[in-house]
């Protein structure tokens, strides 16, 4: 027998697994957002207007919410190595798509499909859950998401260089085809060298695939009404395309997906049924009861940061551009500032849940979020860039520290559900980012981070319903004993 | 004072329920009509853990009236059964207990009725027993002794009279202890109400009431149990009955009915402690080194100041707080533990921590088999076999006690420096005597390692000492070629639903050096069907250390496309080829 520690230097066993793992994330995030700093190439290249521009931000989102479910699923069946595989050689595809675009209508059809990258994020974290003791599940999966996250950010600093080095007007398409080019390159590596489990592993739980488990009737209806808002921010953003708007759809076509997202939905509820009937005659025995609104919470509250971050990665760098009147490959480096911070905020967010409470630093870190965007709401020219650097890495620890914290959570709610509320609470996230680029292709870029400021004190209120998850039941003395807290005596 | 946690009782008995079976019992016997009383009836209720897993007995005999010596038979037998059937070990079923201690009542009687040699003098009794434990009524019998259940006003007959008419009406026992070395004994398991009763009786009570007057005088409020007993075979007598009467009443007054709720809470008293550090202590307990830390379990070496040599303490993880079935077999360990004492099985030592759930183990210096395959890739056969003679001593422990490990992997077996193989990790033992007790646990994975567990497990199936002999061969085979015998793909996400899903693949390829009818061995050893498998460990051991004859012939009558697959298809290969160059011949000529 022997023991790995937890050391991020090592690339042997677990580690080596989360290091894999995390890279796999971090190129679905270069990929995902390899459009954002290279914008206004694209947008002269391809003689783009500006609402098409903010439409080909939305669409690029907007597949992560179903893709989600799908790959989630998927994972469930077939186990993370092979799913992360596929994923990341079948997405290159609309990758190398994009970069030969040469009319709004093509770019818009491969960026909508690129989108299903953004499914990536669930994948990971089974593939983690499996090789990590769960006292070090949280940094692991803070560790995984914000290296993954930072992708991001790298896509910001380098991909305007790489544009430059090929140079012409079409330098972007080579920068977007690389990335395409890394990403399946990767699913070949990644296939090779990861195993879904570590050796002798134990067989599953039957998991009910499809829905969460509620545990109260009132919870069943409660799960119905927050499926809807993934549904319907889809339906906008079809109403957005439509006729009636942009025009990119014909009647008939946003009709035909409107009745499809309806069916959807129903299909959806049949399955919370199909799993969820019991409770309607057989009470749930008290070991395996929980509450909905936990959930809803973290819902609601991974909306606002993770959304806001994707919505806010994906317009930063020519929000920048703009402003200021940078050079892109300045724009793009002074916007990855907003990434960056992943690389310690996201494990930190974990790290003071655990050590100050749930509860506490979710209020502090959802206050600083809405200040936060705030003050990116007073952005403008007259500021001196540094200031607005040092704003937009200010907001972004809090939102990042938020999503943290909010994973953090995540276990201590339901620990046999883990896995799917996580699930619904990514899902969250990307109908965030989807709702506030919808909000942003309607208004210019001060409104928009009001409005998140707004949500985010929308989720601090919806925080005051989160009850604290009970914690650990021992505590350690200083002379190193294990004692019982004692609850009740 | 504290009382005696749910938790811990657990821990003693092995037995989750609730000590809460409440039985009445009365008897009567009486010689009527004769001089002297052949029957004879015995019960006994038990307290506590001994209660929960043996349960309580009730047996009534009637010894054969031609032989002197058939009041002795029928004492001795309902007294040495109930002294006997308490002495088995705790793990094994009941039917196992009660078939073996029977099977030894009974040749002592046939070689007591041989020592006289004279066949009127044989000790021949008939036998019914039913021993009551959990919520089910095992009922064991031979004869022409009865058993009846009186439910619901009902008086059910469960037995069948082991008698044949033969010429002038006469009925000859045909079957009963001590009539010949070999014993039948009927088995019927009856699961109990509460408020049934149960009835037992010898031919001269029960062939001269009427059913109506049993229940009656059964049900009759005011008598004592016991009363009840004497009055029916007062009846009896008054009824016409000329020989003796005897019979039994057990009343089911309460069973031990648990409440979902009821047993998560006892299973959640003792807190999974947190993951420890290097120099924390629990209970006393300081931890000098993390040996293991995973998904499932976090070991840690110890040491306290009561033991000179250091520890191992293994706690569950805390992803199975809300574990049932985990949490169960976690707390069952230290049962099973102590109920197997053998150099074979690491030892699980008592503790008297109170609040958290952990167990404490000897520690034994030396390594894993998996760590015993990394350094020895492809062993020679000798050594492999050497290893699994040890093992295989192991195993015999588990199956002597009525126990199934259900998870032998590499990594569950020992070598200690001084080359003794110790078997580790007994959370996922089933018990023989355990499966008796009724539990509301949900149950829902199947227990053991993926690649390890045999297939009848994955199919719902019970576990029989030859699942673990699966595991062996799985096991020998991953030692002799570094690779297990089955692929089985994402096995543990979607685990295979029919036995042909499981492909063995040969040997040969992965060992050429080795003889073919080791291939075969280990096939055997490890087929997917249990009625295909070795039917003992010894015969495994004998095969792989001397070659089958039968085996052998199979190989050497084995069609060529079975020993040389690549020969075989070369062949076809040549001889389509020379198909095709005569037709295109004869195409060609035609044309």
């Known amino acids: 027998m022997s023991t790995e520690k937890f050391n991020l230097l090592s690339f042997t066993g677990k580690m080596r697994v989360l290091h894999l793992t995390w890279i796999a994330f971090f190129i679905t995030f270069v990929v995902w957002f390899n459009l954002a700093p290279m914008l206004q190439a694209i947008k002269a290249t391809l003689g783009l207007t500006d609402a098409e521009v903010k439409m080909l931000l939305t669409l690029n989102v907007a597949l992560a919410i179903p893709a989600r479910v799908i790959v989630g699923m998927l994972t469930d069946k077939y186990g993370p190595r092979i799913v992360y595989s596929a994923l990341l050689a079948l997405f290159s595809l609309p990758c190398f798509a994009f970069a030969m675009a040469d009319t709004f209508t093509q770019a818009a059809i491969a960026r909508f499909l690129l989108g299903g990258i953004g499914a990536g994020f669930v994948i990971g974290i089974r593939m983690v859950s499996e090789w990590f003791p769960h006292n070090e599940l949280g940094t692991a999966e803070g560790i995984y998401g914000g290296w993954g996250n930072f992708g991001s950010a790298a896509a910001a600093f380098t991909l305007p260089t790489v544009a430059l080095i090929f140079g012409g007007d079409d330098g972007w398409r080579y920068a977007v085809g690389i990335t395409g080019v890394i990403s399946l390159v990767y699913s070949f590596i990644f296939y090779a060298s990861v195993s879904d489990t570590p050796k002798g592993s134990t067989y599953f739980r039957p998991k009910n695939l499809g829905a969460l488990e509620v545990t109260s009737k009132g919870d069943f209806y409660f799960l119905l009404l927050m499926k809807i808002p993934m549904y319907a921010i889809l339906a906008f953003l079809t109403y957005n395309l439509s006729p009636a708007k942009m025009g990119m759809l014909s009647q008939t076509a946003a009709i035909g997906i409107w009745v499809f997202l309806v069916a959807l939905y129903f299909v959806e509820v049949k399955k919370i049924w199909d799993v969820n009937k019991d409770v309607f005659h057989t009470p749930v025995p008290e070991m395996h009861q929980y509450q909905f609104k936990q959930v809803a919470v973290l819902n609601v509250l991974y909306f606002a940061t993770f959304g806001s971050e994707l919505a806010v990665v994906s317009m930063l760098p020519l929000f920048f551009a703009t402003t200021f009147e940078l050079s892109p490959v300045m724009a793009g480096m002074v916007a990855s500032a907003y990434a960056f911070m992943n690389l310690m905020s996201r494990p930190g967010g974990g790290w003071l849940s655990d050590r100050f409470g749930r509860k506490p630093v979710l209020l502090i870190l959802t206050a600083g979020l809405a200040i936060g965007y705030f003050a990116m709401g007073q952005v403008n020219s007259s500021w001196p860039l540094w200031l607005a650097v040092v704003a937009a890495m200010a907001c972004s620890f809090f939102v990042q520290a938020g999503e943290g914290a909010v994973f953090a959570v995540v276990p201590l709610i339901k620990r046999r559900l883990t896995g799917q509320i996580a699930g619904m609470t990514g899902a969250y996230g990307n109908v965030g980012a989807v709702t506030y680029l919808a909000v942003f292709a309607a208004v210019d870029a001060s409104t928009f981070f009001f409005v998140i400021a707004a949500t985010a004190v929308l989720g601090f209120v919806a925080l005051l319903f989160l009850e604290e998850p009970q914690g650990q039941m021992a505590e350690v003395r200083e002379d190193g004993s294990v004692e019982l807290i004692n609850v009740s005596s | ?591």
């Open chain 2, 1 to 591: 004072m504290m009382t005696k946690t749910k938790a811990a009782t657990a821990i003693e008995s092995g037995v989750l329920q609730p000590d809460t079976l409440k039985l009445s019992i009365g008897g009567y016997s009486d010689a009527g009509a004769k001089d002297g009383n052949d029957d004879a009836f015995a019960a006994y209720t038990p307290e506590g853990s001994v209660k929960l897993i043996k349960g309580a007995v009730a047996c009534i005999a009637d010894g054969v009236s031609c032989s002197e010596n058939s009041h002795i038979a029928s004492q001795t037998s309902v007294t040495n059964f109930i002294s006997d059937y308490y002495a088995t070990p705790d793990s094994w079923s009941i039917r196992d207990s009660v078939s073996r201690v029977l099977k030894s009542l009974n040749n002592w009687l046939f070689s007591q009725g041989g020592l006289l040699n004279r066949n009127d003098d044989a000790y021949v009794t008939t036998f019914t027993a039913a021993v009551i434990k959990s919520t089910t009524a095992h009922i064991f019998h031979a004869g022409d002794t009865r058993a009846y259940l009186l439910r619901d006003n009902k008086l059910e007959l469960l037995t069948q009279d082991h008698c044949r008419f033969l010429a002038g009406n006469k009925s000859h026992l045909v079957r009963a202890l001590g009539i010949d070395t070999r014993l039948e004994m009927d088995y019927l398991p009856t699961e109990l109400k509460q408020g049934d009763v149960l009835f037992l009786s010898t031919d001269g009570v029960h062939e001269f009431v009427q059913e109506q007057d049993i229940i009656a005088l059964a049900q009759s409020p005011s008598l004592s149990w016991e009363e009840k007993a004497k009055a029916i075979a007062v009846k009896a007598l008054a009824g016409g009955s000329d020989d003796n009467v005897t019979c039994l009443l057990v009343s089911v007054d309460e069973l031990p009915l648990e409440d979902i709720n009821e047993s998560h809470r006892a299973l959640t008293e003792l807190i999974i402690p947190p993951v420890l550090d290097v120099g924390m202590k629990i209970d006393g307990y300081e931890v000098l080194k993390v040996l293991y830390s995973g998904t499932r379990s976090h070991v840690y070496l110890v040491k306290h100041p009561n033991y000179q040599r250091p520890l191992i303490l293994k706690a569950p993880s805390e992803n199975f707080t809300e574990d049932a079935q985990y949490l169960e077999g976690f707390i069952r360990e230290q049962w099973v533990g102590r109920k197997l004492n053998s150099p074979y099985v690491m030892k699980i030592l008592p503790h008297d921590g109170e609040k958290f759930l952990y167990h404490l183990c000897e520690y034994v210096e030396g390594e894993t088999l998996r760590q015993w395959m990394l350094e020895h890739p492809l062993p020679s056969l000798n050594s492999v076999r050497d290893l699994l003679q040890e093992i295989i001593r192991g195993l015999r422990v588990f199956q002597r006690a009525g126990m199934v490990h259900r998870d032998l992997k590499p990594e569950n077996i020992v070598i200690g420096n001084d080359g003794k193989v110790k078997i580790i990790d007994l959370g996922t033992v089933q018990v023989d005597s355990l499966e008796e007790v009724g539990s509301v646990l949900e149950n829902g994975v199947p227990v053991g390692s993926v690649n390890y567990i045999a297939p009848e497990y994955l199919l719902g199936g019970h576990g029989v000492f030859q699942s673990d002999l699966f595991s062996l061969g799985v096991i020998t085979y991953e030692m002799l070629t570094g690779s297990v015998p089955y692929a089985l793909e994402n096995a543990h996400r979607s685990p295979p639903k029919q036995l042909h899903q499981w492909h063995y693949q040969s040997l040969k390829t992965k060992r050429k050096d080795l003889p073919a009818w080791v291939d075969m061995v280990l096939e055997k050893a490890c087929n997917p069907s249990v009625a295909r498998r070795y039917p003992a460990y010894s015969e495994f051991l004998h095969d792989l250390t001397k070659p089958n004859p039968v085996m052998l012939r199979q190989i050497n009558q084995a069609p060529l496309m079975e020993r040389h697959p690549e020969r075989f298809w070369m062949v076809v290969s040549a001889i389509l080829f020379l198909l095709v160059m005569v037709q295109a011949y004869l195409l060609v000529a035609a044309g």
